[in-house]
Every structure is written in structure tokens, then in C-alpha cells.
């Protein structure tokens, strides 16, 4: 009795162990590496404006100097944001152009 239990507590730990690696290898292969280096790039590009900001607040940048930074970051974003609109369209099978009112950065109507 007290070797099934044994054998019992061992699976239900190795299988509690090795859960986090079932699927790993299935979510590798079907991931777009242009997509995912994509998503890395817009994530650094948001850290990069957020650093600018803090800066910005903390004294380190004049606010000329961060009008210049932020513009330039924002527009490198929004530049990251339609590559991977593209990347997505292409790989959902929709091949439609956004709207030309989906294109223009926030902010910017009327510009």
C-alpha cells in the first residue's frame, strides 16, 4: 500500500514538474520569428518613449530636447506599428489595406 502510494506522489510531482514544457515546442514552430521580432521592437520602442518621459521628469532632458527625442521615438513606433499591422494581415490571410484614417499616429488628425 505504501509503495502505490509512493509511486502515486512521484507521478503526480513529476507531472507537476514538467508541466510548464508541454507545449513549448508546438508554440515555437508556430510562431513568426518577422512577428515576434517585431513585437520586440515595438516593446523596446515603448521602454525607450517611457525613458524619455522619466527623463524628461526628472531633469535630465530640457523640454526642447525631449520634443525632439519624443517625436522622433513616436514616429519609429508608428512606423514598427504598420510593419506589424502588414506581418499580421498577411498572416491572417487578410491581404486589405487599413483605412487611410487607421494609418495616421494618434494625436495627428488634422496635422
Known sequence: MAVLFAVILLV????????PFWGKAEASRSE???LAGLEAARESKYREIRDAETDLA???LSQEDFD????ELRGDAVEIL???DQVESVS???DSEPAES??????????
Request: hydrophobic share 30%; no cysteine.
Open 58 to 60: 526628472s531633469g535630465k
Open 102 to 111: 487607421d494609418q495616421s499616429p494618434p494625436g495627428n488628425a488634422g496635422s
Open 32 to 34: 513568426d520569428p518577422e
Open 12 to 19: 503526480a510531482v513529476a507531472a507537476f514538474v514538467s508541466y
Open 92 to 94: 491572417s490571410g487578410d
Open 82 to 84: 504598420k510593419q506589424l
Open 68 to 71: 525632439l527625442v519624443n517625436a
